[in-house]
């Protein structure tokens, strides 16, 4: 079963084909969804190129091209090693530009998130949960509530979604969701924080959260249902697709 506060052990996979825009993009997409803190040290290299199945050179490739984006820095000599310096983005002039989407595919984001999150958290539920980790599923929901900003809440809220998706014990859910939550950073991205929405988001995690507590699927899967479409609702009503 998954240890604890080890997001990124489930999240980074053996690459394959374009294995170095796929080490790029696996490590981006977990420091971006909150499985690497900001301060964190990313695994010592050795360990990182056997959990990605890359040589050593392509990981530092791929680390290099994440300095220049600025998602983490690399101090050299004893002690050092590649610290993650991404807190999220929220610019306080507006809503980041994001790709140009057609209202189709936003619409596939959206359902694609809704088979895959509301079935993880059931799955979640049907799981006899350590103490560590219910303890650990708390933490990262009473994190969402508590984050003194948005950026921080956002990339909470993708760490909880993540940590539910892990609690599945499926390694194909966890792909899943980590897929639906990398489109949906993208389409939130796009419309502007409101203070409505993010405390009915609140209430609605604790919900999910303690219907998994309660070993209790049903439920689990309604809540994350409920919690999907309403922001399905606010992107659909906010965004503007192309065409």
């Known amino acids: 079963m998954i240890r604890p506060d080890h997001l990124s052990d489930h999240l980074l996979r053996p690459a394959s084909g374009n294995v170095f ?26 360990e990182l190129a056997e959990r990605l199945a890359v040589s050593r050179s392509t990981l530092r490739e791929a680390i290099a091209a994440l300095r220049e984006s600025g998602l983490v820095t690399t101090r050299r000599g004893r002690g050092g090693g590649t610290m993650v310096t991404y807190a999220g983005e929220t610019p306080e002039s507006g809503p980041l530009p994001q790709p140009e989407r057609t209202a189709a595919e936003i619409a596939d984001v959206l359902d694609f998130r809704r088979v895959v999150e509301p079935g993880a958290a059931a799955l979640a539920a049907t799981r006899a949960l350590t103490a560590d980790q219910r303890s650990w599923l708390i933490t990262c ?62 209430d609605q995690h604790d919900a999910i959260v303690s219907a998994v507590l309660a070993a209790d699927p049903d439920t689990a899967r309604e809540m994350m249902e409920e919690h999907c479409d309403a922001t399905s609702a606010l992107l659909r009503a906010l965004l503007r697709p192309r065409g």
């Open 21 to 46: 825009e796929l080490t790029v993009e696996q490590l981006a997409t977990a420091i971006r969804l909150g499985a690497f803190h900001d301060g964190d040290l990313l695994p010592p290299e050795r």
């Open 141 to 202: 929901a009473g994190q969402v509530r508590e984050a003194p900003d948005t950026a921080t809440r956002r990339l909470r809220d993708s760490r909880l979604h993540l940590a539910l998706a892990t609690l599945s014990g499926s390694p194909m859910v966890v792909e899943a969701v980590t897929r639906a939550q990398a489109a949906l950073r993208e389409l939130l991205s796009g419309i502007p924080v409101i203070s409505r929405n993010i405390a009915h988001s609140h």
